[in-house]
């Protein structure tokens, strides 16, 4: 699971520099090539961490040229599964990008796998605004979340604090 934890801390540091680059127009080439470098991390374009690689810059009031650095990602839960098709899987439980207020909930679940010899996204689940339950957000469309394969271990890193249906996901033995 150290590989896994180290991968993800690793995007979460990209997506830090690409957030903080995303706030200043005279950074909107240096945002691109996080974004560029973040995607190379996804099996396809519908997985993403909501940096997306920009056409042009947006106008001029999108920016927030005094925004605080971003906040990471808070992770949660790993949960490691064998899958027929890929093998060794990931269900990665983590906080919204640039968390603020001190939210902790769970907010996305990236699933990781390697392909050739490197760890890739190859789909992303987030809550359903509209009932308590996961949705697909990206990726693998064959791969369900409560149907991963046989579950192997789970490691819990940190308890989210926000609300019931995240406690609910992190105590689940999923």
Not at 106 to 125: S, Y
Not at 145 to 163: A, H, Q, T, V, Y
């Amino acid at each position: 699971m150290e590989k896994i934890k180290e991968f993800l801390s690793f995007l979460f540091e990209r997506e830090q520099v690409a957030i903080d680059y995303g706030n200043r127009k005279d950074d909107f080439e240096k945002y691109n090539v996080i974004a560029k470098e973040i995607k190379s991390y996804m099996s396809d374009i519908t997985v993403g961490f909501g940096v997306p690689v920009l056409e042009k810059p947006a106008p001029d009031f999108f920016y927030d040229e005094g925004a605080p650095y971003p906040t990471p990602r808070h992770l949660y839960k790993i949960s490691h599964y064998q899958n027929k098709d890929y093998g060794d899987l990931w269900a990665c439980y983590v906080s919204i990008a640039n968390p603020y207020n001190n939210i902790t909930g769970i907010d996305d679940c990236f699933i990781v796998t390697e392909i050739n010899g490197e760890l890739k996204i190859v789909a992303k689940f987030g809550p359903d605004i509209d009932q308590p339950k996961w949705k697909f957000y990206g990726g693998d469309r064959e791969l369900k979340i409560n149907k991963l394969g046989k579950l192997l271990s789970i490691e819990r890193i940190m308890e989210p604090i926000d609300d019931a249906w995240s406690m609910e996901q992190y105590n689940k033995e999923i």
